[in-house]
């Protein structure tokens, strides 16, 4: 059993990867004191957010402590990432049907700050990260694709040793529409092709607009359906733009339906998944399907838009059976959560803008929770959602929550 050393929690802020400067400040900072930057492609939706007092985006969040050093187990590594390409030491993977493999363990990129985030990208690539998760709607991609064709110049890694994954929009769904928006990120990226291309939210909205204000900003979904810009989907993986495709936010009945209408079914899912929201019946049967599924979200989403969090939500690093399993593990809560994750076969993706936390969480990777552990994370599930999709429902729309979830 690996274990890891030093104290679970509360020790306070690790210090922030330093990014570049010179990108716009509105408003400056948030009602906490921090400074929020935002690029073009989210501009009109944070203006239209802090119109309606829900703005602090960046919030203060990851509590784990720093650690030293862990140790990693021989037989964790996996050839990463291509069936050509060469072996990463140190990192369990995921196998798909063409012998790529995915890393269990990546970096998730939503809510890392313009400005912040080519320092954290490059100083992971550095560190060892070869899964790096990506969406058009993050804003941030330019600087993503900078980080990592500096890594690549540099000689610290090849394109083919990592692991890029990115996510359609909600305004450019439709069969059409999905080249345009993909080769718009390929660019901003800096790259040839995707490893892994998804779409975002089963929900399309108009092409005019980035986040949807009232019901006339959505495309009705019995027009543009999933299966229609699934066929889009396909055709960019056809054409060599991505090597994978897939989904997110996708319920069974969703997944069900697009698995009828298609000629190449989904390869992974990305849903919000953690010991609070474990969806046994959705990774069942994702499983059973030979979809992959990867976790968002797998901390609790500490840092999510305000807008988006409840008053009375759980902070899940502060679970009393989390932090107690910490301690018997020598880990931090974080690590217990990553950790539980990769032991069953999901991958994950977490955010964070520190240096000894990215450190932290890519050794989360390597580190066994005992059968007992296990056990008791299994108890944890409430159903909770931390991320619900609330922001889709909108008076005389076409979703609502049970639309969405199919629930």
Not at 181 to 193: D, F, P, S
Not at 290 to 314: C, E, H, K, W
Request: proline share 7%.
């Amino acid at each position: 059993m690996v274990m890891c050393t030093g104290t679970p929690s509360g020790v306070g802020p690790a210090p922030a990867v330093k990014g570049k400067e010179g990108f716009p400040e509105l408003p400056g900072t948030t009602p906490l004191g921090h400074s929020i930057a935002v690029i073009a492609p989210v501009e009109k939706l944070w203006k239209r957010l802090v119109a309606r007092g829900k703005g602090a985006l960046f919030k203060a969040a990851d509590r784990s402590a720093p650690l030293t050093q862990q140790s990693r187990s021989a037989d964790a590594a996996k050839d990463c990432c291509h069936g050509d390409g060469m072996r990463v030491p140190s990192m369990k993977t995921l196998p798909l049907a063409n012998g790529d493999r995915m890393p269990i363990l990546g970096l998730g990129t939503w809510k890392s700050e313009p400005g912040q985030v080519e320092a954290v990208v490059r100083e992971a690539i550095r560190l060892g990260y070869r899964h790096i998760d990506c969406a058009w709607f993050y804003g941030n991609e330019r600087e993503i694709g900078r980080a990592i064709a500096a890594a690549i110049a540099a000689g610290e890694v090849r394109r083919d040793q990592l692991w890029i994954t990115s996510k359609l929009w909600s305004n450019s769904h439709g069969r059409e529409r999905v080249e345009p928006a993909l080769r718009e990120t390929l660019e901003h990226l800096e790259l040839e092709w995707l490893d892994l291309y998804l779409i975002h939210w089963p929900i399309p909205i108009q092409p005019s607009v980035q986040f949807p204000a009232s019901a006339e900003d959505f495309l009705d979904p019995m027009a543009v359906t999933l299966s229609d810009t699934w066929a889009g989907m396909e055709a960019v993986a056809e054409r060599g733009l991505t090597r994978h495709i897939g989904v997110s936010n996708v319920s069974i009945a969703k997944l069900q339906n697009l698995m009828a209408h298609s000629r190449r079914p989904p390869e992974v899912n990305q849903v919000e998944l953690h010991p609070l929201l474990q969806q046994p019946e959705l990774v069942g049967f994702c499983q059973r399907h030979n979809i992959l599924v990867t976790a968002y979200s797998p901390l609790g989403s500490m840092d999510r838009p305000s807008f988006v969090q409840a008053s009375d939500a759980p902070v899940l690093l502060e679970h009393p059976e989390i932090v107690a399993i910490a301690a018997e593990q020598g880990c931090t809560p974080a690590q217990v959560l990553l950790a539980w994750q990769v032991q069953r076969n999901i991958a994950v993706i977490p955010k964070t803008v520190t240096l000894s936390r990215l450190r932290q969480n890519l050794e989360a990777a390597a580190i066994e929770l005992s059968p007992s552990a296990m056990a008791r994370i299994a108890q944890l599930d409430r159903g909770y959602r931390f991320i619900d999709g609330r922001f889709w429902v909108l008076e005389n729309g076409p979703w609502s929550l049970a639309s969405l979830w199919d629930t």
